[in-house]
């Protein structure tokens, strides 16, 4: 076996830190921001934000949030790219 050659991350790819998170977190995200939101739900799946990131980076204010477990969505043309868990302290 080879050693394997660093790639790019898959279409879909979202990453999120720091996480746990207390003030806001940076969700970075693979693919161009035209056309992507970004929707953090709640855990019965209420929209308690939705953001049009500029770049393939952007930071999410938690302000006003319990602590608790959240989602953070990638949303793209065709419909939700990838979703990752986030824990607000």
Request: aromatic share 6%; hydrophobic share 40%.
């Amino acid at each position: 076996t080879g050693a394997q050659q660093p790639t790019e991350p898959a279409p879909g790819y979202l990453r999120l830190f720091p996480n746990p998170a207390a003030h806001q977190v940076t969700v970075a995200f693979s693919g161009t921001a035209a056309g992507t939101e970004l929707l953090l739900r709640d855990a019965l799946g209420r929209t308690l934000l939705r953001e049009r990131p500029s770049g393939p980076e952007h930071n999410l204010p938690l302000q006003g949030l319990g602590a608790g477990l959240y989602l953070v969505e990638l949303w793209g043309q065709g419909g939700r790219k990838a979703v990752e868990r986030l824990v607000v302290e």
